[in-house]
């Protein structure tokens, strides 16, 4: 897999298409495993689109007592393994981006995998083929090197380069998988 | 010819024992492309690809269109015809259904003359159905009362561009060009919401530094990023517009060229906007002076600049004036016919454009033939073989109906692809009008509100069951695909409307095999028409990611750009629009204080008959709140949530209270896509268009009381 | 103790050759001193030692990761701990009963599979628990006359029974029971892998089939060898209980490293009830921000134990760790934090700049005035307007 997720928050139109469209990939059981969000309704109508930054080095399979959050070979961190998950939600705190969730009834965690069967053949997750307003995007890694250089001002916070273990920090709007 | 269609080096997940058909969606005129996933084996639909390399939507999709596929094998759907039985509705076969219309038909025929039947139709389905049902009502049925519900979404539009263009075309410029575009006027168009999918080329655009001005009472997802964004009062648009031009004549943003050689009256509405002073524009419509004068600069010095507008200034008692006013502005600039510029509608229905086109209004023939021009009854009397004295004359708007039922002049009624008892405003009228019929047949898919009122329900075919072309909102001509076998015993609507001609004795009219025959024959009758169809063929469609009409003959490539050279009016030249400022229908008093508007949410369409049994939707935006500013909802101690009652002169309604500050302070917002005690419609007002005979949903003076919290919230039936 | 430590390259070492000695003394009681020991059964056990060491090495490896150790750790304070023991003992049977017995979450994850990880996991554990009594010699079965059998536990007679009456019978064929169990589960299983595409989404084919292919091979020949045994007189008998001790080698051997090996850590789901989650569904700590409860507080000062010894620096400004706030509202601090939307950024409400240099607005960034390049008379008459009087609402 050579691309990566890219997402660009003011971009959304909180039409949540990624998530009737996250319903539909195979494996999701027709449960969305993103999230579109106010930020504050009273004030203004603006969402932002929140998926899985699919991390290096996850805080939830670190957190994770049974060892059951797996990745793969392209880097996607895949969900609990059914049979091994013990249904603690330790990883939906440990993540720094909220983003586990967790079916209490089938005790099952559940998270973003790319839409593992789509990416793994290079063709875009459900949620970034449908996003109407580009909000989400699948794209190359140079692609996003230029639109991240377009949007210099943001990223460069306080003059600090991201390193793995506190990009939450710092990470721009992209992730995913890809090698540097 | 293969159902899958796509460039090479798109890469589509094909899983296995499963086969895509490309096709579109079933929902608004944006007409997003899709595949729809078929299981080879069971022949069931089972999904939804994007269509990656459809030129318009770039495989994108908003939560109907993701949806969509869902409503094709509902358990809700209507399998077979029902008959009302003592007030139930009891499943019966074709056959009986048949009779009894026949019967019903023929005896309000017999006792009050032909036209005592109506035809009610619709244009969320294909040119080929939509052509048929002109024919059907005017050679089957012989009725003059015709019409059909873009009379509440397009028909300002159409009235607006007919005066200044010339003619109706939604789009002068194909969308694919705006993202070259440098500014963009949108008045009353929530397009984020409304037609999601179209927000990408807009967004292209602002990455490249267009500028986009928005004009709306809310401050919408569109408003939201506008660099202008002008909140005007409900209903003021032509005075917005007309101080838009007096300051882009004032600052001499003119083409003077362009418009001395392509327009008339220039100097008439130099005169008539010179009043429209910021100020008094201002006065009028409460944006700020600031806001006109920044607005005003910025799409005058833009180069290429595109103005759009949508239901929010067509929905008016001005709404064609409206239209005029804001194409004045494109004309002024000197933009119609130029790349990436234009003046451009935001299509409302799938097939809107298509389907207001090919003879469902109640003046028009295919083509935009008019039926007062006996050329054209002649032309099209030929291709129907019927003699033109047996065409009928033309009939009433689509309200107005209802009016000719009150008075006994309309006794039975076949509503087709519709949902007026939601759609329609002062719905109380429209109620009392279905019970009042003495027979109504209603063909549909799903049991909707109008339905409840039938006598005879007939089950029709969803958009994916049958073969056909649409015309997007661009006014690109379309191919839709067969996706799987009719459901149950539903059939196509044209084959319905060809059934119960047969039974009134004009089956010889009506001789149809497939679709595709009368696409052929509707090709025909468009033939030196306005929107001329006869050079498209479906083979062109698919080999050229659709045609543009107007394509007069097969080797002519289509027109993506209109008025290149000159405009369709008699002399070759664009009316400017030379309009003073009048008041809405409907303006608040003492009583009434507060501006009620209606309007779409991004999770339902039209009357939510489809899109309210699908659960991702219903589980997003289950019913209907009133939307409003933090500063008028503490003037009546309501907090988010509590129960409101709403009240116009017509009627009132509850709804639940949804706080926020993207909204004028003296404006209520409610969407309307619920029905029965939930429709906002029974509030709207019947003021209409003199022109376009457009209902003025847009706005309604409103009164507004707190009541008692109620423990279960609303109930639904 | 340390020098015991010391004595070994690590402590999985250690754990190993203490587990083996184990066996080897109750082998030793069990067979009174060997008599009783069966030689056909030679093969097996010494898979089943091997079996024993790899579980071994897999279970303290797996108990050495921070994650787990913590949450062990915390399990065994509370369980010393008696003004807890109530709840710790619900916990344990509840959790025995309805998530390990009865296996409830699976049957809603839908009545098949269910059904068929109930087979599944039945039938292996009455199987290995048969197979390790016979081959560890814990138990055989003794004549005590011609019309009655003693079954001899560790060498302590305990159960005699009619030697044909119904309950010997199923004794007799306790392994075939098990083994049609798990025969019928594990071709319910192959089933729905077959039939249903989603499944092969994010499994890896081997990881998940082989397994299964595994059983289907040990249950169809051990089966084969009764069938063989009773109809077929004894024909190829002998080749067959070859075949199928190979099967049953490879899978002893197979089992601690993959995808059986979610057997023996289950009973690790008791701490969720005993340590996190008293009553199911409620949680009682509140967000730091939106005051929405979200966890508990032994569970999110474990995480952030947890996470700290892994280097995993998640502490914000003001001291507060990004554990102390609801999934919901991180997501907001991340998003904030990108748009440079937090209060506390001064540099947070200018327009972002794209490479051509236009001015992106959004978030409530408004481009500024001299983006659009006014005339200059232009500018001052917005400018006198704006300070006339504000229009923002």
Redesign the interface.
């Known amino acids: 897999m050579n691309k990566i997720m890219y997402l660009e ?3 959304c ?5 990624c ?3 996250c ?5 999701h ?1 027709a449960k969305e495993r993103n ?1 579109v ?1 106010y ?1 504050d ?8 689109p ?1 998926l899985c930054m699919q991390c290096k080095d996850p ?1 939830c399979a ?6 059951a959050i797996q990745i ?1 070979d392209e880097g996607v961190v ?2 609990a ?4 998950c ?5 990883c ?9 969730k967790f079916d ?5 965690m559940y998270k973003c ?1 790319m839409c ?3 990416s793994k ?4 997750p ?1 949620c970034a ?6 909000a989400i995007r699948f794209i190359d890694f140079d692609e996003m090197q ?1 639109l991240r ?6 990223n460069l ?1 306080e003059g600090k380069k991201p390193q793995e ?2 990009k ?2 710092y ?3 992209f992730f995913g998988v890809y090698t540097d | 010819m293969s159902d899958f269609i796509a460039k090479e080096g798109i ?3 094909h ?1 296995p024992g499963e086969k895509l058909i490309t096709t579109h969606c079933c929902y608004c005129g944006m007409q997003c492309g899709m595949h729809i996933r078929v299981n080879k084996s069971s022949g069931k639909v089972v ?2 690809e ?1 269509r ?1 390399d459809w030129p318009v ?1 770039n ?5 109907k ?3 969509a596929y869902q409503t094709i094998d509902h358990q809700d759907r209507i399998t077979k015809p029902l008959i009302k039985k003592n007030g139930e509705f009891v499943e019966s076969s074709w056959k009986e259904a048949l009779d009894l219309i026949e019967k019903n038909f023929k005896r309000l025929q017999e006792e009050s003359g032909k036209d005592a039947l109506s035809v009610f139709g619709g244009v969320s389905m294909t040119n080929e159905k939509c052509y048929l049902v002109g024919k059907y009502a005017r050679v089957g049925l012989g009725t003059r009362y015709l019409d059909y519900n873009g009379r509440f979404c397009m028909s300002s539009a159409a009235g607006g561009f007919i005066q200044t263009f010339g003619v109706d075309r939604g789009s002068t410029l194909p969308w694919t060009e705006l993202e070259h575009s440098d500014c963009f006027f949108l008045a009353g168009s929530n397009t ?2 409304c037609h ?5 080329w807009f ?2 655009a602002k990455d490249k530094g267009a500028k986009l001005i928005v004009a709306d009472p809310r ?4 408003a ?2 506008a660099d202008v964004h002008l909140d005007l009062k409900p209903g003021t648009d032509s005075a917005l517009a007309n101080g838009m031009l007096h300051l882009i004549i004032k600052e001499g943003y003119v083409d003077k060229e362009y418009v001395s050689k392509r327009c008339n009256n220039f100097e008439e509405l130099k005169q008539n906007v010179d009043k429209f002073t910021p100020e008094y524009t201002s006065e009028i419509t409460g944006v700020a002076v600031e806001k006109l004068i920044k607005a005003a600069h910025i799409y005058g010095m833009s180069p290429r600049s595109v103005v759009m507008f949508a239901r929010g200034v067509e929905q008016q008692s001005k709404g064609v004036d409206n239209v005029r006013l804001y194409s004045s502005m494109a004309l002024l600039r000197g933009q119609v016919g130029k790349f990436a510029s234009g003046v451009a509608t935001f299509t409302g229905q799938g097939n809107g454009q298509g389907g207001r086109e090919h003879g469902q209004k109640s003046d028009l023939l295919p083509g935009y033939r008019k039926l007062t021009d006996p050329a054209a009854v002649e032309y099209i009397s030929s291709i129907w073989g019927i003699d033109p004295s047996e065409m009928p004359k033309p009939g009433v708007s689509a309200y107005e109906m209802f009016g000719e039922i009150e008075k006994g002049n309309i006794r039975g009624m076949h509503v087709i692809c519709s949902n007026p008892a939601v759609s329609a405003p002062n719905l109380e009228h429209i109620w009392n009008g279905f019970k009042k019929l003495d027979f109504l047949v209603v063909s549909d898919f799903f049991l909707s509100e109008t339905a409840s009122f039938a006598d005879v329900v007939l089950p029709a075919t969803t958009w994916a069951e049958d073969e056909g072309t649409t015309t997007n909102i661009e006014g690109r001509v379309i191919r839709i695909r067969k996706v799987t076998d009719p459901i149950g015993e539903s059939k196509p609507d044209w084959e319905i409307l060809s059934l119960i001609a047969e039974r009134m004795g004009k089956g010889k009219h009506f001789l149809y095999n497939e679709a595709g025959e009368i696409f052929d024959e509707f090709r025909l009758a468009t033939k030196g028409g306005k929107a001329d169809y006869y050079g498209i063929t479906w083979d062109r469609i698919d080999r050229e990611n659709g045609v543009f009409w107007p394509c007069p003959a097969e080797d002519h490539p289509g027109t993506p750009t209109m008025f290149e050279e000159s405009f369709y009016t008699e002399d070759g030249k664009a009316n400017l629009g030379v309009v003073g400022w009048k008041e809405a229908g409907e303006v608040p008093t003492k009583d009434y204080p507060l501006f009620l508007t209606t309007g779409r949410v ?2 339902h369409y039209l009357s939510g008959n489809q899109t309210r049994r699908v659960d ?2 219903m589980e ?1 935006c289950p019913e209907p709140f009133a939307e409003m500013h ?1 500063a008028l909802a503490s003037r009546y101690q309501l907090e ?1 949530g509590d129960m409101v009652k709403l009240k116009t002169p017509r009627s009132h309604m509850t709804v639940k209270t ?5 909204i004028r302070k003296d404006t209520v917002f409610v969407p309307y896509h619920w029905g029965k005690e939930l429709a906002v419609n029974q509030l709207t007002s019947d003021c209409l268009d003199p022109i376009s005979r457009m209902p003025e949903f847009k706005v309604c003076a409103l009164q507004m009381e707190k009541l008692p919290a109620k423990k279960e919230g609303i109930t639904r039936e | 103790m340390k020098s015991l430590e010391r004595s070994f390259y690590s402590k999985s070492s250690k754990y190993s050759f203490i587990v083996v000695l184990l066996l080897f003394f109750s082998i030793w009681i069990g067979t009174e001193n060997f008599l009783h020991f069966d030689m056909a059964l030679m093969g097996y056990l010494i898979s089943s030692l091997i079996f024993a060491i790899g579980l071994t090495i897999r279970m303290s490896s ?1 108990l050495l ?4 150790r ?3 750790q915390r399990s065994l304070k509370n369980l010393r701990q008696r003004k807890y023991k109530r709840r710790n003992m619900k916990a344990i049977l509840k959790t025995a009963f309805e ?1 390990i017995f009865l296996q409830k ?1 699976i049957f ?2 839908g009545i098949y599979r269910g059904v068929q990880h109930f087979l599944i996991a039945w039938g292996c554990i009455g199987s290995f628990a048969i197979t390790f009594g016979l081959t560890f010699g814990w138990m055989h079965f003794e004549l005590v006359d011609p019309e009655t059998y003693t079954i001899v536990v560790m060498g302590v007679e305990t159960i005699s029974m009619a030697a044909h009456g119904l309950f010997a019978e199923m004794v007799y064929n306790g392994l075939n029971i098990t083994a049609s169990m798990v025969l019928i589960g594990v071709c319910m299983a192959l089933t729905r892998r077959i039939i249903n ?6 499994q890896r084919a081997e990881f998940d089939l082989f397994p299964l292919f595994l059983l289907l091979a040990v249950t169809v020949t051990g089966l084969l060898l009764t069938v063989s045994y009773v109809l077929l007189d004894g024909w190829m008998h002998h080749y067959m209980t070859l075949v199928h001790q190979v099967t049953v080698v490879v899978l002893l051997i197979y089992f601690p490293f993959g ?1 059986l090996f ?1 057997l023996p ?2 009973p ?2 008791t ?2 009830p005993m340590n ?1 989650q008293e009553e ?2 409620v949680d009682t700590r509140p967000c730091l921000r939106c005051g929405t409860v ?2 508990s507080d032994p ?2 000062s ?2 952030k134990e ?2 700290s010894v ?5 502490q914000l400004e003001d001291g507060s760790y ?2 102390d ?8 601090i ?7 939307n937090q209060p506390h ?1 001064q540099q947070g409400h ?1 327009p ?4 051509n240099g236009s001015e ?1 607005s ?3 960034s408004r481009r500024t005035d001299d983006y659009y390049n006014f005339p200059d008379h232009v500018q001052k008459e917005l400018e006198q307007h704006k300070e006339e009087g504000g229009n923002e609402r």
Request: aromatic residues 10%; hydrophobic residues 35%.
């Open positions: 928050f003011e971009r139109i909180g039409c949540r298409a998530q009737a469209a319903r539909e990939c195979g494996d059981d999230y969000e930020v309704f009273t004030e203004s109508r603006q969402t932002y929140m805080a670190r957190v994770c007592p049974a060892n793969t895949l969900s393994m059914e049979e091994k013990i249904g603690c939600r330790n939906t705190f440990g993540c720094p981006f909220g983003i586990p209490f009834e089938e005790n099952k995998d593992y069967d789509r053949h290079d063709i875009a459900m083929s449908v996003c109407p307003s580009d230029q250089r377009r949007r210099s001002q943001m916070v273990g506190n939450w920090e990470v721009p709007e | 890469q589509n997940l899983k999904g939804v994007p990656y939507t495989g994108k999709m908003c939560p269109g993701v949806t984020a919401e999601p999918t179209s927000i990408q967004w292209k401050e919408t997802p569109t939201r990023v991004v999770f991702f939707l997003q933090p988010d949804k706080i926020t500050k993207a | 797996w990761r921070p994650a787990t913590q949450v062990i998530n979450f809603k994850r595409e989603d499944v092969k989404v994010t995808k979610h850590i289950r690790l789901t701490a969720v996190y199911w569904k979200y966890s569970q999110v474990d995480v947890i996470l892994q280097q995993f620096d998640l990004l554990s706030y609801c999934p919901a509202c991180r997501r907001r991340r998003v904030m934090k990108q748009l440079n950024l200018n972002i700049l794209t490479r992106m959004g978030f409530g």
